[in-house]
């Protein structure tokens, strides 16, 4: 499929520049018929006289060539001029385009991610197919949605006059969702969480190191050890620490491995002691005969007759202390 897409392409542009070769040549032949046209009201009479059929012929010759020009200038370039007011300056809008010219797919950008990444990947995508400045910025607006749509739809007539002071523009209106630079600092301040597991510390780990600019290796491989959580890890790169960030990666995916078999064990142990446990309960409760429980109505006397007393109580538990 890609190779396919590729030939298309390569096809395209070939004819594409067979067209544009055609146009250059009729256009030079143009000018040569101008400038010949203008010497020869000088030199005539002092050549040979033309008949009346050869200067027919001639003259039709050159109304076909001119027409067939102009029918291919119309049918290779964009000629229409802007309905709307647009932000180029009026250099930019007089580049012609192809007709047969197809942008490239964007990543679409809606004013929430980082506006340098964008530009960065928009003039990636543009570079494969053209390297005209006034198209760059006359695409730009392609890989626009939402609010970013909006900023671009809102600028001021004539206020673009490159591709470099777009970019300027656009990455100055949408600086609050650029990604801030991650420091040396940043890095030192990383932890491994006390329940993050490795490979998720180690990705983490990773992405930072990639982001802080000028961050040589040595500093990389040094500073793993004190970010790491106690354990069989740590421990090994203490003893051994690693020369390169591909053996510190290839030994921390082999803990990995080991730490996640273990954390399953460990969770099938459970599993099959709880339910040993639920077994024992269901076989208690399956031995003893179900009993029903009588409903309990209000508490009574114990006895239900008891010796009348002949003194006050006052007086009897009075007279059982001092016994």
Request: charged share 30%.
């Amino acid at each position: 499929m890609l190779r396919l897409m590729e030939q298309r392409m390569m096809e395209m542009q070939r004819k594409h520049e067979e067209e544009m070769a055609a146009v250059r040549a009729e256009c030079l032949a143009q000018i040569a018929k101008s400038k010949k046209g203008d010497g020869g009201e000088q030199g005539e009479g002092a050549g040979e006289k033309r008949t009346p059929l050869e200067e027919e012929n001639s003259s039709a010759h050159a109304e076909g060539r001119e027409e067939r020009g102009n029918k291919d200038s119309q049918s290779l370039v964009k000629v229409e001029e802007a309905s709307t007011m647009v932000p180029f300056v009026r250099e930019i809008m007089e580049v012609h385009i192809s007709e047969q010219f197809v942008p490239p797919q964007f990543k679409m950008y809606d004013g929430t991610s980082d506006p340098n990444a964008h530009v960065k990947s928009f003039i990636n995508a543009m570079t494969f197919r053209t390297g005209c400045d006034a198209i760059w910025c006359r695409a730009f607006s392609l890989s626009l949605e939402g609010e970013a749509l909006e900023w671009f739809n809102s600028l001021p007539v004539n206020s673009i006059e490159n591709f470099k002071n777009l970019g300027e523009m656009f990455k100055r209106q949408f600086a609050a969702s650029s990604m801030e630079d991650v420091t040396i600092v940043d890095l030192m301040n990383l932890k491994q969480g006390k329940e993050e597991s490795l490979k998720s510390f180690m990705d983490r780990y990773q992405k930072t190191v990639r982001r802080v600019k000028g961050l040589s290796l040595e500093l990389a491989l040094q500073y793993v050890m004190p970010a790491l959580r106690p354990g069989p890890f740590k421990d090994s790169v203490c003893r051994n620490p690693p020369v390169t960030m591909e053996e510190l990666r290839k030994r921390a995916t082999d803990e990995a491995r080991v730490e996640n078999m273990k954390q399953s064990y460990r969770r099938e142990q459970q599993e099959a002691k709880a339910e040993k446990v639920d077994n024992r309960r269901a076989e208690g409760q399956g031995n003893k005969p179900h009993v029903p429980r009588l409903r309990e109505g209000p508490r009574g006397p114990r006895f239900p007759h008891y010796t009348p007393l002949n003194a006050p109580r006052a007086r009897i538990l009075q007279e059982a202390l001092n016994t």
